[in-house]
């Protein structure tokens, strides 16, 4: 017979298509992805995350700019 799949899955397959995203063409992850439970984090957990991420993003300009 015939399988139900996840509309949200199939469009965000059709979207990763177009942009030419070949992890998200995968539905099986995709799949997995919207399907999954996030917990909640602390927020020490949470700053460190975002001075990570900030210090990642100053790293990449400065490496754009010494292009």
Same mark, same amino acid.
């Given at each position: ?24 063409? &995968? ?7 919207? &399907? ?32």
């Amino acid at each position: 017979m015939y399988e139900k799949k996840d509309l949200r899955v199939l469009k965000i397959i059709q979207k990763a298509r177009e942009f030419g995203d070949l992890d998200l063409c &995968n539905e099986i992850l995709v799949h997995q992805l919207v &399907n999954l439970v996030f917990n909640e984090i602390e927020s020490k957990e949470k700053e460190e995350l975002i001075a990570l991420l900030n210090s990642l993003i100053k790293a990449k300009d400065k490496a754009l700019l010494s292009n």
